[in-house]
């Protein structure tokens, strides 16, 4: 028998659950279906959140004849045969081919059905969890719609879950009594995964059914046995590896210490211990900076240390790295200054390094007339005189930022120069 998951597959938009951004009244894929003119689309997004279920049904909703391959194992054969059908009386309509996890698919395999695409012989409709700018050949993404499925949420979850227990019921001609607590449980470790939490259900059905009785009740006792622990999305390589990141980051930016360390314990989850000390590292000198110069000393303790002993320990010293920049005042003075200047590299002509400044014992510094100023000969080791050159004199990369210590620089740089840097 199928596994519960296949068993519950909507055959219409309307029992799908989640998705209402591109199937609710008006949307993109409910307008496609009543159109019945069916583009090729490459569907993208988490696992379990529909995408094969809605293939199906514009497949449906077209007459014409369904072929599905999984790029995890297909080969130019599978593609071949699919193709030797066109024109034959169970594809006159034309052929709607769904390939599952069709990043797996080579640049070889992707680019022998585009012939049949670009004559409308074939429909192509891809799904993949990977981003699609990076797993994709450009030659198919320029001849389809890109659709972003995303994953669902609790209520979608629960939702599903009430529908699957309902056929389950009247396929095993039992009643079944459920805690609310329960598949609230399950829905929450399934992490947006519908496939998962039925997986779960059918799972508890399956173990605690007692053969003879009317009446299963199922617990958040037998919902933790099965569920086992929560699966977090997270793919290393991918979208969700880099946005995790920059939550983690944003976070601590924004002070928020709350976030910082749930950020951190998603990162932790994932395992990436490598990433994490890394973006602490450019956090401290990007986002505090100036305003607490000490900040990368002490970040850098914590990630050696981190390094060192790995996980599980090494979510302490993260952990105090994390809070520590999260609480800090922010600066980020020299993380402007120097794009400014890279910027500046890019598009000006900055002239050469004045010939002052030169080595001593270049042609440069020979030919100079105006000589170089020692500014330790000079009282507080500072005397005025150009340093930048004459292209961009007047420029203002560094500009002190509203912080206690760089306030401070300023106050001092302004009693020994008598003017504002």
């Known amino acids: 028998m199928n596994p519960l998951a296949d068993r519950i597959r909507p055959e219409q938009l309307t029992d799908i659950v989640g998705q209402e951004h591109v199937i609710g009244d008006g949307k993109l894929l409910n307008r496609i279906i009543l159109s019945q003119m069916i583009p090729n689309m490459i569907f993208y997004g988490p696992s379990g959140t529909g995408k094969t279920t809605i293939a199906h049904i514009l497949a449906k909703s077209s007459n014409k004849k369904f072929y599905k391959l999984n790029g995890t194992n297909a080969n130019l054969d599978d593609i071949k045969q699919i193709v030797a059908q066109i024109g034959t009386l169970t594809t006159l309509k034309g052929i709607l081919l769904y390939i599952d996890e069709l990043h797996y698919l ?5 680019q022998s059905i585009l012939e049949y695409i670009e004559n409308g012989n074939i429909t192509l409709i891809g799904s993949t969890t990977e981003n699609v700018n990076f797993s994709i050949f450009n030659s198919l993404l320029s001849r389809s719609s890109i659709i972003e499925f995303k994953p669902l949420t ?22 079944i009594c ?6 609230t449980y399950i829905a929450e470790v399934s992490g947006g995964d519908l496939r998962r939490a039925l997986n779960t259900l059918e799972l508890i059905i399956n173990t605690y059914i007692i053969f003879g009785e009317k009446e299963l009740s199922i617990d958040v006792e037998k919902a933790k046995e099965c569920a086992q622990s929560k699966i977090m999305y997270y793919d290393r390589d991918g979208d969700g590896h880099y946005n995790l990141l920059s939550y983690f980051q944003k976070s601590i930016r924004g002070s928020d210490s709350q976030a910082s ?29 100036l305003a607490y110069p000490k900040a990368i000393n002490i970040v850098k303790a914590c990630v050696d240390a981190s390094l060192q002993i790995g996980f599980p320990e090494a979510k302490i010293p993260l952990a105090q790295a994390t809070l520590l920049l999260a609480l800090l005042p922010k600066s980020n003075s020299a993380y402007k200054a120097i794009n400014d ?13 004045p010939e002052h400044l030169c080595d001593g014992h270049s042609n440069d510094a020979r030919n100079n007339k105006k000589g170089y100023l020692y500014p330790h000969n000079y009282p507080n080791h500072y005397v005025e005189q150009s340093y930048l050159p004459d292209q961009i004199k007047n420029k203002k990369y560094y500009k002190f930022s509203e912080n206690k210590f760089e306030q401070s620089l300023k106050d001092y740089w302004e009693r020994v120069k008598g003017k504002g840097e």
Do not use: F, M, P
């Open 178 to 183: 459920y805690e609310n607590e329960a598949l």
């Open 154 to 175: 609790k209520n979608n979850i629960l939702d599903g879950l009430t529908r699957g227990i309902l056929i389950e019921e009247k396929r095993l001609d039992i009643e």
């Open 261 to 289: 360390i749930h950020a951190l314990a998603r990162l932790i989850k994932g395992g990436d211990l490598n990433s994490i000390c890394r973006r602490l590292l450019v956090i401290a000198s990007e986002d505090i900076g």
């Open 106 to 110: 080579n640049k070889r395999q992707q």
């Open 341 to 353: 200047a890279l910027n500046d590299l890019d598009s000006l002509d900055t002239g050469r390094v």
